[in-house]
């Protein structure tokens, strides 16, 4: 860590994970770690695009074990710290355990925006074993700025560092990222994040509207990749917050080179995401960004428009680690629609 | 002939328990609801006067004091309490049915395993409301065809999530997984939990992801699936598969299936509505699978009674 006014973490081997299905060799993991590194990046996150314990039917079988992409990781990281993402539900204290023995920085602990109330024993695992301890509240946008405070102050209370806005589909608008940032930083003695996913085309802008009302720790990735459209660009980030003025501790050029020589040449066109209609549609209808990929999946098996599956599950209400809902709606839409066909026959 | 049975835990599993046994229970007479507070404050206990059920309020000290007028206790408190109290129980004769997550006795699921376990032991453990919803879904994959692994989902509306659940969300995931390996039959299992806070609140829905042989016959799954949905519908009413195995195969999914395919089976569980609301289907199968327990312990007792002298006419 430097004295820099704002800490970037540089989530590629995290929420990028989502982008190429869980499919990093540990190998790659280790190219990207020891770039963003040699970079200055203040910290990298790895594990399952859906934490630590993610790797599932579910969400999909990653390429290697948590263990092995940390053993892969750590050799390559100097000044840049690790930092690992745990949802209590889908993973458990016997992953943090792993991830504290392996070298482990900070832990960020993820729930739903309404659900902090789950964290509790893994905000005190962390914390017993002098990690720092991060609260995430995920799908910010679907609570009112006072019950994603109240929330806040929940993980603050376990021993929470730092807490993030998550706009996990990519569905805030500024002035919705200006109203929860800063009454968080207004109200909390700690940190205040934010992660953007650009579905809406405002990963930049409302990282900046983050910034501009105080949050002083920003998630990106290289080239933008993660899940849905993808989530801020961390090199635009970084060129961006110097113009702004604001003085950050990864070198630009680096941070591109990272980008353009390591990181896209791993990656296939189908791979990196783009602001196309279907995840443009996430944002619009507020859904979890990693359902874009399992849903054009399931559109393919069930024939079905993969936007019609995504505003079906809007009105759902779904919410992070629901995937499998996503079958359950297909297969349903697809049904329907047969039956209307019959029924006209 | 019926056995003696007490409730210990006035909460919400203990509330509906007594209103499940109070309604439909046929070989088991509820003769007290056990808590640790005075009955005003005690919603559970009072509702329990109200039915003309005795109560007492000095927890562990309660039971040892009418000890001689039960034969069964339904433990309703929380894992920690009931990992205290399971020695007492064992010393005064008295068996056991465990709905926390302590699971001193073996993992138990009416539908799989309750004849194996039963006459066994003297303390068993209904797993998680996730478990009894899915494990016999599993075990009626594993009976057709070899399941390598197993992966369930629950879903629940956090309304009906209470606190001692959000405090110790891993007990869920771990006491479940390993569940679905011991009693449903996967070579290795995983669960996984979330919570939806939408309204009006969603119902308890569960999805089972089992991973088998390629060649394996998925009409015999589906035949054995529905079968064992038609024997949990008779201790769990609201229990419905609402997605027979869908097959994924390599096209479907991400990740190399060698040569396995994935049969993807969902369920919902409506509840009763006796205590709680109906979406709050993972409480009322916890209830419902102990007061199915309950009544093959009684056969049990009734079957055996000549040798125990527990039973009572």
């Given at each position: 860590?430097?004295?820099?006014?704002?800490?970037?973490?540089?989530?590629?081997?995290?929420?990028?994970?989502?982008?190429?299905?869980?499919?990093?060799?540990?190998?790659?993991?280790?190219?990207?770690?020891?770039?963003?590194?040699?970079?200055?990046?203040?910290?990298?996150?790895?594990?399952?695009?859906?934490?630590?314990?993610?790797?599932?039917?579910?969400?999909?079988?990653?390429?290697?074990?948590?263990?092995?992409?940390?053993?892969?990781?750590?050799?390559?990281?100097?000044?840049?710290?690790?930092?690992?993402?745990?949802?209590?539900?889908?993973?458990?204290?016997?992953?943090?355990?792993?991830?504290?023995?392996?070298?482990?920085?900070?832990?960020?602990?993820?729930?739903?925006?309404?659900?902090?109330?789950?964290?509790?024993?893994?905000?005190?695992?962390?914390?017993?074993?002098?990690?720092?301890?991060?609260?995430?509240?995920?799908?910010?946008?679907?609570?009112?700025?006072?019950?994603?405070?109240?929330?806040?102050?929940?993980?603050?209370?376990?021993?929470?560092?730092?807490?993030?806005?998550?706009?996990?589909?990519?569905?805030?608008?500024?002035?919705?990222?200006?109203?929860r940032v800063s009454l968080l930083v207004d109200?909390?003695?700690?940190?205040?994040?934010?992660?953007?996913?650009?579905?809406?085309?405002?990963?930049?802008?409302?990282?900046?509207?983050?910034?501009?009302?105080?949050?002083?720790?920003?998630?990106?990735?290289?080239?933008?990749?993660?899940?849905?459209?993808?989530?801020?660009?961390?090199?635009?980030?970084?060129?961006?917050?110097?113009?702004?003025?604001?003085?950050?501790?990864?070198?630009?050029?680096?941070?591109?080179d990272a980008a353009a020589d390591v990181l896209?040449?791993?990656?296939?066109?189908?791979?990196?995401?783009?602001?196309?209609?279907?995840?443009?549609?996430?944002?619009?209808?507020?859904?979890?960004?990693?359902?874009?990929?399992?849903?054009?999946?399931?559109?393919?098996?069930?024939?079905?428009?993969?936007?019609?599956?995504?505003?079906?599950?809007?009105?759902?209400?779904?919410?992070?680690?629901?995937?499998?809902?996503?079958?359950?709606?297909?297969?349903?839409?697809?049904?329907?629609?047969?039956?209307?066909?019959?029924?006209?026959? | 002939?019926?056995?003696?049975?007490?409730?210990?835990?006035?909460?919400?599993?203990?509330?509906?328990?007594?209103?499940?046994?109070?309604?439909?229970?046929?070989?088991?007479?509820?003769?007290?609801?056990?808590?640790?507070?005075?009955?005003?404050?005690?919603?559970?206990?009072?509702?329990?006067?109200?039915?003309?059920?005795?109560?007492?309020?000095?927890?562990?000290?309660?039971?040892?004091?009418?000890?001689?007028?039960?034969?069964?206790?339904?433990?309703?408190?929380?894992?920690?309490?009931?990992?205290?109290?399971?020695?007492?129980?064992?010393?005064?004769?008295?068996?056991?049915?465990?709905?926390?997550?302590?699971?001193?006795?073996?993992?138990?699921?009416?539908?799989?395993?309750?004849?194996?376990?039963?006459?066994?032991?003297?303390?068993?453990?209904?797993?998680?409301?996730?478990?009894?919803?899915?494990?016999?879904?599993?075990?009626?994959?594993?009976?057709?065809?070899?399941?390598?692994?197993?992966?369930?989902?629950?879903?629940?509306?956090?309304?009906?999530?209470?606190?001692?659940?959000?405090?110790?969300?891993?007990s869920f995931t771990q006491t479940t997984s390993?569940?679905?390996?011991?009693?449903?039959?996967?070579?290795?299992?995983?669960?996984?939990?979330?919570?939806?806070?939408?309204?009006?609140?969603?119902?308890?829905?569960?999805?089972?992801?089992?991973?088998?042989?390629?060649?394996?016959?998925?009409?015999?799954?589906?035949?054995?699936?529905?079968?064992?949905?038609?024997?949990?519908?008779?201790?769990?009413?609201?229990?419905?598969?609402?997605?027979?195995?869908?097959?994924?195969?390599?096209?479907?999914?991400?990740?190399?299936?060698?040569?396995?395919?994935?049969?993807?089976?969902?369920?919902?569980?409506?509840?009763?509505?006796?205590?709680?609301?109906?979406?709050?289907?993972?409480?009322?199968?916890?209830?419902?699978?102990?007061?199915?327990?309950?009544?093959?312990?009684?056969?049990?007792?009734?079957?055996?009674?000549?040798?125990?002298?527990?039973?009572?006419?």
């Open positions: 860590m430097t004295d820099a006014d704002v800490r970037l973490v540089d989530m590629t081997l995290r929420d990028g994970m989502h982008a190429v299905d869980h499919s990093f060799t540990p190998e790659e993991m280790a190219d990207v770690a020891a770039a963003l590194d040699a970079a200055d990046m203040d910290v990298v996150e790895v594990s399952h695009g859906d934490g630590m314990g993610g790797s599932s039917i579910n969400y999909g079988f990653s390429a290697a074990d948590t263990a092995e992409y940390l053993d892969a990781v750590v050799p390559q990281l100097t000044d840049t710290e690790l930092s690992v993402l745990l949802l209590p539900g889908i993973g458990t204290v016997e992953e943090l355990d792993l991830a504290a023995e392996k070298g482990a920085d900070i832990c960020r602990l993820a729930t739903h925006v309404t659900e902090a109330d789950v964290s509790q024993e893994h905000f005190e695992y962390v914390t017993d074993r002098g990690l720092e301890a991060n609260g995430l509240l995920m799908l910010s946008h679907m609570a009112p700025p006072e019950t994603v405070l109240e929330q806040a102050k929940l993980m603050e209370d376990y021993g929470a560092d730092a807490v993030y806005v998550m706009d996990s589909a990519g569905a805030m608008l500024p002035s919705d990222v200006r109203e109200e909390l003695s700690i940190d205040v994040g934010f992660h953007a996913h650009n579905n809406l085309g405002l990963g930049i802008g409302n990282s900046m509207a983050a910034l501009d009302e105080g949050a002083v720790t920003i998630d990106g990735c290289l080239r933008g990749l993660g899940a849905g459209s993808g989530n801020a660009q961390i090199e635009v980030l970084v060129g961006v917050m110097e113009k702004a003025g604001y003085d950050v501790a990864p070198d630009f050029f680096g941070v591109m896209v040449p791993m990656i296939s066109d189908d791979e990196m995401p783009e602001l196309d209609n279907d995840s443009l549609l996430l944002g619009y209808a507020g859904v979890y960004s990693s359902f874009l990929r399992h849903t054009r999946r399931a559109g393919e098996k069930y024939d079905v428009d993969p936007r019609e599956i995504l505003i079906e599950l809007g009105e759902m209400q779904v919410v992070g680690g629901q995937e499998d809902l996503i079958t359950d709606v297909a297969s349903r839409l697809a049904g329907e629609r047969a039956g209307a066909e019959s029924d006209d026959d | 002939m019926s056995v003696k049975a007490a409730i210990v835990g006035p909460g919400n599993i203990g509330t509906d328990l007594m209103y499940k046994i109070l309604d439909r229970g046929e070989s088991i007479d509820l003769e007290r609801m056990i808590g640790i507070f005075p009955v005003e404050e005690s919603e559970g206990l009072q509702a329990a006067l109200d039915e003309g059920i005795e109560v007492g309020t000095e927890g562990i000290d309660s039971v040892r004091e009418h000890a001689d007028e039960i034969d069964v206790v339904f433990e309703a408190t929380s894992s920690h309490v009931h990992a205290e109290n399971a020695p007492v129980y064992e010393d005064l004769g008295l068996f056991a049915i465990d709905l926390t997550p302590a699971a001193v006795g073996p993992y138990t699921v009416p539908v799989v395993n309750l004849d194996d376990v039963v006459g066994e032991t003297n303390n068993i453990n209904m797993v998680t409301c996730g478990g009894q919803a899915t494990i016999p879904i599993v075990h009626a994959v594993d009976r057709v065809a070899d399941v390598d692994y197993a992966e369930m989902i629950s879903h629940i509306a956090s309304k009906s999530a209470g606190p001692g659940t959000r405090q110790n969300i891993d390993a569940g679905l390996e011991e009693v449903g039959g996967a070579d290795r299992g995983k669960a996984i939990i979330t919570l939806n806070p939408a309204e009006p609140p969603i119902m308890m829905r569960n999805t089972v992801h089992t991973q088998v042989h390629e060649d394996t016959d998925v009409d015999a799954v589906r035949d054995s699936i529905d079968r064992i949905a038609d024997e949990i519908r008779t201790y769990v009413p609201g229990y419905e598969i609402t997605m027979e195995p869908e097959v994924k195969g390599a096209d479907d999914v991400a990740f190399d299936l060698g040569d396995t395919i994935i049969l993807t089976t969902m369920l919902e569980v409506e509840g009763e509505g006796q205590h709680l609301p109906p979406y709050a289907g993972n409480l009322d199968i916890m209830t419902s699978a102990a007061l199915g327990a309950g009544e093959r312990v009684a056969a049990n007792f009734m079957e055996a009674g000549e040798m125990g002298g527990v039973a009572h006419d």
